[in-house]
């Protein structure tokens, strides 16, 4: 194992504008980047944790305060999972040493997870909770986007009349939404068919983590997609029978490196394969992207919030988000 000096810094990503989901309002974000200096590269990774976890800026500092001299011995990327929990510091750590490896072998952290070239993937664009008529506004000035996804609040009259008005507004597009754990049981018959009525396609995180054998016998007339009930492999077996999808989030399960072990795990079971991110910068979101190869459904839009992204950034175009070696990862060495 080669030594490592191990950096954290902290960024605060602020939003251009509030972003409403249900129960909370964010307008900035906490991240940690995490560098790796072998002496000669440096690879990169940055994470915001996972609000609804505890996993906050305190939390990720302290893990990787505790982990310092493990993380510094050069340990192996299967090593690094028992060394750090799942969460925010993990994903930065484990970004930066995919990084890391990606520029000393010259090769792109997609060929080292062993995949085909990317392609650009199609992307959910998501409005945030707000009045019916703004949000519909807020679709309509999505122009490039051919899916959306509308975070609703719990409110059930008034979510339906939000995704209405998305409707009118979109006739055209690929709907989810996302219920951030806002409903129960008795509310999903009512919110899941007048889903049906306007055209979604998912339903997303509709019932509290912990609420999950709630939908034991449920059968949705609209795949349900687990979020805060789908964090780490762990979880893949108890969603069976219950979610048709799995969104896996980096800063939730810890990384890219279990991102694809959930995704060979997840499709084993008989589950789709969504990738999401929290609130993240270009450099959050070049993992995931990789990851989301592999993936049914995208949800990647995290860099658009931000009043100022990194450069060069993830390139959203007709729909799509394309992002190459020049925002993470090393280029392929050119062939003659």
Request: aromatic share 6%; proline share 4%; charged share 25%.
């Amino acid at each position: 194992m080669t030594r490592l000096k191990l950096g954290v810094s902290v960024e605060k990503l602020r939003l251009a504008e509030p972003f409403r989901i249900a129960g909370r309002t964010f307008d900035s974000a906490n991240a940690i980047v995490v560098t790796l200096d072998d002496g000669a590269f440096v690879g990169r990774g940055e994470a915001t944790g996972v609000y609804y976890l505890g996993d906050d800026l305190t939390n990720m500092l302290a893990q990787l305060g505790q982990a310092h001299d493990a993380i510094e011995a050069g340990p192996s990327r299967a090593e690094l999972r028992s060394i750090l929990p799942a969460g925010g510091a993990r994903n930065a750590v484990d970004a930066a040493m995919w990084e890391l490896e990606s520029k000393r072998t010259g090769r792109p952290v997609w060929a080292l997870a062993g995949l085909e070239q990317p392609r650009p993937l199609r992307t959910t664009f998501t409005v945030g909770a707000d009045d019916p008529e703004k949000m519909a506004k807020a679709a309509a000035a999505y122009t490039q986007a051919r899916s959306i996804k509308v975070k609703l609040t719990g409110q059930l009259d008034l979510d339906i009349a939000r995704v209405g008005a998305i409707r009118t507004a979109r006739p055209d597009v690929w709907i989810g939404v996302d219920a951030n754990q806002g409903f129960t049981i008795g509310d999903l018959d009512a919110l899941a068919n007048a889903m049906v009525d306007a055209g979604v396609s998912l339903i997303e995180q509709p019932l509290a983590r912990g609420r999950e054998a709630d939908l034991d016998g449920y059968r949705s007339p609209i795949p349900l997609a687990a979020d805060e009930s789908a964090l780490t492999l762990g979880d893949v077996a108890g969603l069976q029978g219950r979610f048709d999808v799995f969104n896996i989030k980096l800063d939730k399960c810890g990384g890219l490196t279990e991102a694809l072990m959930i995704a060979a795990a997840a499709r084993d079971a008989g589950l789709g394969v969504m990738v999401g991110c929290m609130v993240c910068s270009s450099l959050g979101a070049a993992p995931g992207f990789v990851a989301g190869q592999l993936c049914d459904l995208v949800d990647l839009d995290g860099p658009l919030f931000l009043a100022r992204d990194r450069s060069p950034g993830v390139i959203y175009r007709d729909g799509t988000v394309w992002c190459d070696e020049t925002v993470w990862g090393a280029r392929a060495p050119a062939t003659a």
